[in-house]
Protein backbone atom coordinates (compact mmCIF):
# COMPACT_ATOMS: atom_id res chain seq x y z
CA UNK A 1 0.00 0.00 0.00
CA UNK A 2 3.05 2.55 0.48
CA UNK A 3 3.53 4.66 -2.42
CA UNK A 4 6.44 7.07 -3.31
CA UNK A 5 5.00 10.38 -3.80
CA UNK A 6 6.87 12.62 -6.00
CA UNK A 7 7.15 16.36 -3.87
CA UNK A 8 4.62 14.21 -1.80
CA UNK A 9 2.17 14.93 -3.84
CA UNK A 10 -0.62 12.90 -2.61
CA UNK A 11 -3.89 11.68 -4.88
CA UNK A 12 -5.62 14.88 -4.11
CA UNK A 13 -2.60 16.99 -4.51
CA UNK A 14 0.34 18.38 -2.65
CA UNK A 15 0.33 18.18 0.80
CA UNK A 16 1.39 21.38 2.98
CA UNK A 17 4.76 21.71 5.02
CA UNK A 18 1.61 21.51 8.02
CA UNK A 19 0.92 18.13 6.65
CA UNK A 20 4.03 16.72 6.52
CA UNK A 21 4.41 17.13 9.78
CA UNK A 22 1.50 15.95 10.81
CA UNK A 23 2.02 13.14 8.85
CA UNK A 24 5.57 12.84 10.26
CA UNK A 25 4.34 13.08 13.80
CA UNK A 26 1.93 10.60 13.21
CA UNK A 27 3.71 8.05 12.21
CA UNK A 28 2.29 7.65 8.83
CA UNK A 29 5.13 9.33 6.80
CA UNK A 30 8.66 7.43 7.43
CA UNK A 31 11.14 10.13 8.15
CA UNK A 32 13.86 8.26 6.18
CA UNK A 33 12.30 7.27 3.13
CA UNK A 34 9.27 9.31 3.35
CA UNK A 35 6.76 7.12 1.99
CA UNK A 36 3.48 7.97 2.44
CA UNK A 37 1.25 4.75 3.57
CA UNK A 38 -1.98 6.68 2.68
CA UNK A 39 -3.62 8.48 0.34
CA UNK A 40 -4.85 11.39 1.14
CA UNK A 41 -8.17 10.11 0.50
CA UNK A 42 -7.86 7.34 2.84
CA UNK A 43 -6.26 9.99 5.77
CA UNK A 44 -9.85 12.41 5.42
CA UNK A 45 -12.33 9.23 5.24
CA UNK A 46 -10.35 8.47 8.67
CA UNK A 47 -10.96 12.10 9.92
CA UNK A 48 -7.66 13.80 9.89
CA UNK A 49 -6.87 17.16 8.53
CA UNK A 50 -3.31 18.60 8.73
CA UNK A 51 -4.48 21.67 10.18
CA UNK A 52 -6.63 20.62 12.93
CA UNK A 53 -5.10 18.92 16.33
CA UNK A 54 -6.51 15.52 17.52
CA UNK A 55 -9.96 15.93 19.26
CA UNK A 56 -9.97 13.77 22.39
CA UNK A 57 -12.54 12.51 24.51
CA UNK A 58 -11.05 11.50 28.05
CA UNK A 59 -13.65 9.41 30.80
CA UNK A 60 -12.56 9.53 34.15
CA UNK A 61 -10.59 12.29 33.58
CA UNK A 62 -10.66 12.99 36.71
CA UNK A 63 -9.23 9.80 38.31
CA UNK A 64 -5.54 8.40 38.44
CA UNK A 65 -4.80 7.32 35.33
CA UNK A 66 -7.50 9.97 33.46
CA UNK A 67 -5.45 12.89 35.17
CA UNK A 68 -1.98 12.16 34.41
CA UNK A 69 -3.36 10.85 30.78
CA UNK A 70 -5.28 14.36 30.83
CA UNK A 71 -1.80 16.36 31.24
CA UNK A 72 0.21 14.52 28.80
CA UNK A 73 -2.74 14.77 25.52
CA UNK A 74 -2.74 18.43 26.75
CA UNK A 75 1.12 18.69 26.82
CA UNK A 76 0.84 16.63 22.95
CA UNK A 77 -1.07 19.30 21.81
CA UNK A 78 -4.78 17.37 21.39
CA UNK A 79 -7.49 19.42 21.91
CA UNK A 80 -9.38 17.23 24.84
CA UNK A 81 -12.86 16.93 26.54
CA UNK A 82 -12.55 15.47 29.62
CA UNK A 83 -15.75 14.28 30.98
CA UNK A 84 -16.44 12.88 34.46
CA UNK A 85 -18.62 12.73 37.87
CA UNK A 86 -19.30 16.12 39.60
CA UNK A 87 -17.93 16.88 42.75
CA UNK A 88 -15.70 19.65 43.88
CA UNK A 89 -12.41 17.81 44.02
CA UNK A 90 -13.11 16.80 40.57
CA UNK A 91 -14.45 20.50 39.28
CA UNK A 92 -10.79 21.38 40.72
CA UNK A 93 -8.72 19.20 39.84
CA UNK A 94 -9.61 19.48 35.66
CA UNK A 95 -10.39 23.06 35.83
CA UNK A 96 -6.87 23.16 36.47
CA UNK A 97 -5.91 21.85 33.66
CA UNK A 98 -8.89 23.40 30.82
CA UNK A 99 -10.91 25.88 30.43
CA UNK A 100 -14.28 25.54 31.26
CA UNK A 101 -16.27 24.89 27.85
CA UNK A 102 -13.24 22.07 27.46
CA UNK A 103 -14.73 19.87 31.32
CA UNK A 104 -17.90 18.42 30.93
CA UNK A 105 -19.60 16.86 34.15
CA UNK A 106 -22.04 13.99 33.77
CA UNK A 107 -22.87 10.14 34.34
CA UNK A 108 -21.56 8.04 31.83
CA UNK A 109 -24.87 5.62 32.72
CA UNK A 110 -26.69 8.60 30.63
CA UNK A 111 -26.73 7.99 26.88
CA UNK A 112 -28.25 11.18 25.73
CA UNK A 113 -25.19 12.71 27.74
CA UNK A 114 -22.87 10.43 26.12
CA UNK A 115 -24.39 11.37 22.71
CA UNK A 116 -23.31 14.91 23.21
CA UNK A 117 -19.76 14.41 24.15
CA UNK A 118 -18.49 11.87 21.66
CA UNK A 119 -20.21 13.75 18.66
CA UNK A 120 -17.31 14.51 15.77
CA UNK A 121 -14.72 12.94 18.53
CA UNK A 122 -11.46 11.65 16.67
CA UNK A 123 -10.13 9.26 19.91
CA UNK A 124 -12.45 7.84 23.04
CA UNK A 125 -10.19 6.85 25.57
CA UNK A 126 -12.79 5.63 28.32
CA UNK A 127 -11.19 5.73 31.79
CA UNK A 128 -14.66 5.55 34.16
CA UNK A 129 -14.95 2.56 36.00
CA UNK A 130 -15.67 1.46 39.46
CA UNK A 131 -12.97 -0.46 40.41
CA UNK A 132 -12.18 -2.98 43.73
CA UNK A 133 -13.04 -3.07 46.26
CA UNK A 134 -16.14 -0.71 45.40
CA UNK A 135 -17.25 -2.88 42.64
CA UNK A 136 -17.08 -5.73 44.64
CA UNK A 137 -19.25 -3.87 47.33
CA UNK A 138 -21.92 -2.66 44.83
CA UNK A 139 -21.87 -4.92 41.48
CA UNK A 140 -24.52 -3.77 40.21
CA UNK A 141 -23.55 -0.39 39.88
CA UNK A 142 -19.90 -1.70 38.37
CA UNK A 143 -22.34 -3.35 35.56
CA UNK A 144 -24.14 0.02 34.98
CA UNK A 145 -20.80 2.11 34.72
CA UNK A 146 -18.10 -0.53 33.59
CA UNK A 147 -20.29 -2.43 30.78
CA UNK A 148 -23.39 -0.03 30.72
CA UNK A 149 -21.14 2.82 30.47
CA UNK A 150 -19.42 1.52 27.56
CA UNK A 151 -22.05 0.02 25.35
CA UNK A 152 -23.09 3.76 25.66
CA UNK A 153 -19.93 4.78 24.14
CA UNK A 154 -19.45 2.53 21.58
CA UNK A 155 -22.92 3.15 20.44
CA UNK A 156 -22.49 7.00 20.34
CA UNK A 157 -19.75 6.25 17.89
CA UNK A 158 -21.52 3.91 15.89
CA UNK A 159 -24.02 7.06 15.72
CA UNK A 160 -22.30 10.20 15.83
CA UNK A 161 -18.40 9.33 15.30
CA UNK A 162 -17.66 6.71 13.08
CA UNK A 163 -14.26 7.43 12.20
CA UNK A 164 -12.81 7.71 16.07
CA UNK A 165 -10.85 5.10 17.31
CA UNK A 166 -11.49 3.80 20.92
CA UNK A 167 -8.52 2.85 23.30
CA UNK A 168 -9.97 0.80 25.53
CA UNK A 169 -8.58 0.06 29.33
CA UNK A 170 -9.16 -3.30 30.26
CA UNK A 171 -7.24 -5.22 32.98
CA UNK A 172 -5.50 -8.16 33.99
CA UNK A 173 -8.22 -9.47 36.29
CA UNK A 174 -9.77 -10.48 33.15
CA UNK A 175 -7.11 -13.44 33.04
CA UNK A 176 -8.17 -14.73 36.71
CA UNK A 177 -6.67 -16.55 39.27
CA UNK A 178 -3.16 -17.51 38.18
CA UNK A 179 -1.18 -17.85 41.36
CA UNK A 180 -0.61 -21.71 39.61
CA UNK A 181 0.45 -20.42 36.12
CA UNK A 182 1.69 -17.02 36.04
CA UNK A 183 3.11 -16.28 32.96
CA UNK A 184 0.10 -14.26 31.01
CA UNK A 185 -0.68 -14.17 27.59
CA UNK A 186 -2.64 -12.35 25.10
CA UNK A 187 -4.30 -15.10 23.97
CA UNK A 188 -4.69 -16.85 27.07
CA UNK A 189 -8.67 -17.94 28.00
CA UNK A 190 -10.63 -15.14 29.73
CA UNK A 191 -11.94 -16.49 33.23
CA UNK A 192 -12.88 -13.88 36.06
CA UNK A 193 -11.90 -14.82 39.82
CA UNK A 194 -15.03 -16.31 41.53
CA UNK A 195 -17.16 -13.14 42.58
CA UNK A 196 -14.56 -10.97 41.13
CA UNK A 197 -17.34 -8.36 39.07
CA UNK A 198 -14.79 -5.78 37.90
CA UNK A 199 -13.20 -8.35 35.85
CA UNK A 200 -16.53 -9.66 34.58
CA UNK A 201 -17.65 -5.93 33.30
CA UNK A 202 -14.22 -6.05 32.14
CA UNK A 203 -14.48 -8.83 29.52
CA UNK A 204 -18.20 -8.78 28.74
CA UNK A 205 -17.29 -4.61 27.71
CA UNK A 206 -14.64 -6.03 25.45
CA UNK A 207 -17.02 -9.12 24.10
CA UNK A 208 -19.23 -5.69 23.09
CA UNK A 209 -16.60 -3.73 21.50
CA UNK A 210 -15.79 -6.14 19.45
CA UNK A 211 -19.02 -7.27 18.63
CA UNK A 212 -20.07 -3.90 17.55
CA UNK A 213 -17.14 -3.16 14.96
CA UNK A 214 -15.82 0.06 15.66
CA UNK A 215 -12.35 0.93 15.50
CA UNK A 216 -10.55 0.35 18.35
CA UNK A 217 -7.81 -0.53 20.85
CA UNK A 218 -7.87 -2.87 23.81
CA UNK A 219 -5.29 -2.47 26.51
CA UNK A 220 -5.17 -5.21 29.43
CA UNK A 221 -3.55 -2.99 31.97
CA UNK A 222 -1.41 -5.05 34.50
CA UNK A 223 -1.18 -3.67 38.41
CA UNK A 224 -0.89 -0.07 37.48
CA UNK A 225 1.02 2.09 40.59
CA UNK A 226 0.28 5.79 41.84
CA UNK A 227 0.52 6.65 45.58
CA UNK A 228 -0.20 3.92 47.58
CA UNK A 229 -3.39 3.87 49.39
CA UNK A 230 -3.95 1.07 52.55
CA UNK A 231 -7.41 -0.70 52.07
CA UNK A 232 -8.91 -4.35 53.00
CA UNK A 233 -8.18 -5.28 49.30
CA UNK A 234 -4.52 -5.78 50.30
CA UNK A 235 -5.67 -8.92 51.95
CA UNK A 236 -7.08 -9.91 48.83
CA UNK A 237 -4.27 -10.85 47.20
CA UNK A 238 -2.05 -14.04 48.04
CA UNK A 239 1.11 -13.48 49.12
CA UNK A 240 3.16 -15.39 46.63
CA UNK A 241 1.17 -13.71 43.35
CA UNK A 242 3.75 -12.43 41.17
CA UNK A 243 3.22 -9.30 40.09
CA UNK A 244 4.19 -6.70 37.03
CA UNK A 245 3.34 -3.68 37.62
CA UNK A 246 3.14 -0.19 35.38
CA UNK A 247 3.83 3.27 36.59
CA UNK A 248 0.35 5.95 36.79
CA UNK A 249 3.07 7.90 34.11
CA UNK A 250 4.34 5.00 31.76
CA UNK A 251 0.14 4.02 31.45
CA UNK A 252 -0.70 6.98 30.65
CA UNK A 253 2.38 7.66 28.35
CA UNK A 254 1.18 4.94 26.39
CA UNK A 255 -2.33 5.41 26.00
CA UNK A 256 -1.08 8.95 24.58
CA UNK A 257 1.31 7.40 22.09
CA UNK A 258 -1.75 5.27 21.11
CA UNK A 259 -3.20 8.18 19.54
CA UNK A 260 -0.33 8.53 17.27
CA UNK A 261 -0.20 4.62 16.05
CA UNK A 262 -4.19 3.72 15.97
CA UNK A 263 -3.09 2.33 12.43
CA UNK A 264 -0.71 -0.12 13.86
CA UNK A 265 -2.95 -1.28 16.85
CA UNK A 266 -6.47 -1.15 14.94
CA UNK A 267 -8.68 -3.88 16.45
CA UNK A 268 -6.30 -5.16 18.64
CA UNK A 269 -5.59 -6.13 21.82
CA UNK A 270 -2.31 -5.77 24.14
CA UNK A 271 -0.85 -6.50 27.51
CA UNK A 272 0.29 -3.42 28.96
CA UNK A 273 2.51 -4.09 31.19
CA UNK A 274 5.92 -2.70 32.80
CA UNK A 275 8.12 -5.20 31.75
CA UNK A 276 11.11 -7.50 33.07
CA UNK A 277 12.51 -4.54 35.23
CA UNK A 278 8.71 -3.85 37.24
CA UNK A 279 8.42 -7.84 38.07
CA UNK A 280 8.42 -9.08 41.84
CA UNK A 281 6.29 -11.20 44.17
CA UNK A 282 3.62 -9.48 46.63
CA UNK A 283 5.20 -10.85 49.69
CA UNK A 284 8.57 -8.92 48.51
CA UNK A 285 6.16 -5.59 46.72
CA UNK A 286 4.66 -5.50 50.21
CA UNK A 287 7.93 -5.92 52.44
CA UNK A 288 9.94 -3.33 50.59
CA UNK A 289 6.49 -0.52 51.18
CA UNK A 290 5.87 -1.39 54.10
CA UNK A 291 9.65 -0.25 55.05
CA UNK A 292 9.37 2.74 53.03
CA UNK A 293 6.31 3.88 55.18
CA UNK A 294 8.74 2.93 58.16
CA UNK A 295 6.49 -0.35 59.30
CA UNK A 296 7.88 -3.75 60.46
CA UNK A 297 6.81 -6.47 58.04
CA UNK A 298 7.13 -9.14 60.09
CA UNK A 299 4.21 -7.73 62.45
CA UNK A 300 2.21 -9.18 59.26
CA UNK A 301 -0.19 -12.24 60.32
CA UNK A 302 0.34 -14.61 56.78
CA UNK A 303 -2.67 -16.36 57.81
CA UNK A 304 -4.55 -12.91 57.11
CA UNK A 305 -4.20 -13.40 53.21
CA UNK A 306 -6.07 -15.11 51.03
CA UNK A 307 -4.01 -17.64 49.39
CA UNK A 308 -6.57 -17.94 46.09
CA UNK A 309 -9.57 -16.35 43.99
CA UNK A 310 -7.22 -13.06 43.08
CA UNK A 311 -5.44 -12.13 39.93
CA UNK A 312 -2.13 -10.90 38.53
CA UNK A 313 0.88 -12.58 37.26
CA UNK A 314 3.90 -11.66 34.54
CA UNK A 315 2.98 -10.63 30.82
CA UNK A 316 5.47 -12.67 28.56
CA UNK A 317 4.17 -10.77 25.39
CA UNK A 318 3.77 -6.92 26.81
CA UNK A 319 7.46 -6.00 24.93
CA UNK A 320 4.94 -6.19 21.77
CA UNK A 321 3.17 -3.39 22.64
CA UNK A 322 6.15 -1.43 23.80
CA UNK A 323 8.10 -2.33 20.67
CA UNK A 324 5.33 0.07 18.95
CA UNK A 325 4.66 2.67 21.53
CA UNK A 326 7.65 3.12 23.60
CA UNK A 327 6.56 4.06 26.78
CA UNK A 328 8.29 3.04 29.23
CA UNK A 329 10.42 4.76 31.29
CA UNK A 330 10.01 3.40 34.96
CA UNK A 331 11.44 0.46 36.93
CA UNK A 332 10.11 -0.97 39.78
CA UNK A 333 12.90 0.64 41.96
CA UNK A 334 12.48 4.01 40.46
CA UNK A 335 8.99 3.13 41.68
CA UNK A 336 10.08 2.43 45.04
CA UNK A 337 12.24 5.48 44.62
CA UNK A 338 9.58 7.65 43.65
CA UNK A 339 7.23 6.66 47.28
CA UNK A 340 9.80 6.93 49.49
CA UNK A 341 10.50 10.90 48.06
CA UNK A 342 6.92 11.26 48.44
CA UNK A 343 7.54 9.87 52.26
CA UNK A 344 7.63 12.76 54.70
CA UNK A 345 10.37 11.45 57.39
CA UNK A 346 9.30 12.72 60.22
CA UNK A 347 5.56 10.54 59.75
CA UNK A 348 7.90 7.32 59.04
CA UNK A 349 10.28 8.16 62.10
CA UNK A 350 6.81 8.00 63.83
CA UNK A 351 5.30 5.34 62.57
CA UNK A 352 8.39 2.96 63.48
CA UNK A 353 7.77 3.38 67.15
CA UNK A 354 3.74 2.68 66.70
CA UNK A 355 4.23 -0.13 63.96
CA UNK A 356 2.85 -3.10 65.76
CA UNK A 357 -0.41 -0.96 66.40
CA UNK A 358 -0.81 0.20 62.86
CA UNK A 359 -0.30 -2.56 61.25
CA UNK A 360 -2.64 -4.37 63.89
CA UNK A 361 -4.93 -2.15 63.07
CA UNK A 362 -4.71 -2.85 59.24
CA UNK A 363 -5.00 -6.59 59.94
CA UNK A 364 -8.46 -6.16 61.61
CA UNK A 365 -9.45 -5.05 58.26
CA UNK A 366 -8.27 -8.22 56.52
CA UNK A 367 -11.53 -9.91 54.88
CA UNK A 368 -9.97 -13.20 55.27
CA UNK A 369 -8.67 -13.06 58.81
CA UNK A 370 -12.91 -12.22 59.39
CA UNK A 371 -13.87 -15.39 57.88
CA UNK A 372 -11.89 -17.26 59.91
CA UNK A 373 -12.48 -15.32 63.43
CA UNK A 374 -16.49 -15.53 62.09
CA UNK A 375 -15.71 -19.60 60.80
CA UNK A 376 -17.77 -18.21 58.10
CA UNK A 377 -17.31 -21.40 55.91
CA UNK A 378 -18.37 -20.31 52.64
CA UNK A 379 -15.89 -17.59 52.91
CA UNK A 380 -13.25 -19.25 54.11
CA UNK A 381 -13.73 -21.53 50.83
CA UNK A 382 -13.74 -18.63 48.53
CA UNK A 383 -10.01 -16.73 49.83
CA UNK A 384 -8.69 -20.21 50.85
CA UNK A 385 -7.18 -23.13 49.30
Given amino acids: MCR ?9 GLI ?27 LKKRGYSHMDKLKVLLTGAAGTIGLETLKQLIEDGCDVTAFDVHNWKNARKLHKLLPREKVVFGDIRNFKQVEQIVKDKDIVIPLAAIIPPSADENPTLAHEVNLCGTINIVN ?10 LIFASSIAVYG ?31 YIRNLGVNHTIFRLS ?31 ALVAATHHTW ?21 FLTRMLKIYGLNPD ?28 FRRDSLDDYYRQVEK ?25 DPQKARDNHDEQKIAHYFA
Fill in 4 to 12: RVGAHQSDT
Fill in 16 to 42: SKAGIAFLEKNGIINQDTQLIKLSASI
Fill in 156 to 165: AIKKHAKGAH
Fill in 177 to 207: DRINDPLIRKTDPLRASQSDHYAITKIRAER
Fill in 223 to 253: AIMGRPQTDPLMFHMPLDTCVEIATVADTAR
Fill in 264 to 284: DLMDETYNLGGGVSCRTSYRD
Fill in 299 to 326: HLKESSFATKNFHCGYYVDSDELESILH
Fill in 342 to 366: GTNKIVRLATKLISRHIVDHLTEKS
